[in-house]
């Protein structure tokens, strides 16, 4: 079966840098989107970046310039690097896979990101 397993979240102060790491397994990683959404306490949960199978980005507008996602095919692993994190970054962040032949959607359990001020 599909899983995710995200890594990399942590506490760092504001201006810092992480970077998020979600392993798959149990599919065919080339074919899928792969997003990374995230949650802050009392919010719902929001699209912040994603990558197609053919590498095409979209970043939500608060995050352009500081994040970047990649994906290693070789690796099945998606990335997203964190630059620049602000206090508003601050949430439960979460690897999201879709298959675009079944639309299937597959998450993973979440990586908390805490940035302070």
């Known amino acids: 079966q599909v899983q995710l397993v995200e890594s990399g979240g942590g506490l760092v102060q504001a201006g810092g840098s992480l970077r998020l790491s979600c392993a798959a397994s149990g599919m065919i990683f080339r074919i899928y989107a792969m997003n990374w959404y995230r949650q802050a306490p009392g919010k719902q949960r929001e699209l912040v970046a994603g990558i197609t199978s053919g590498v095409s980005t979209k970043y939500v507008d608060g995050v352009k310039g500081r994040f970047t996602i990649s994906r290693d095919n070789a690796k099945n692993t998606v990335y997203l690097q964190m630059n620049s994190l602000k206090p508003e970054d601050t949430a439960v962040y979460y690897c999201?896979?879709?298959?675009?032949?079944?639309?299937?959607?597959?998450w993973g359990q979440g990586t908390q990101v805490t940035v302070s001020s």
């Open positions: 999201n896979a879709v298959n675009p032949l079944t639309n299937g959607i597959y």
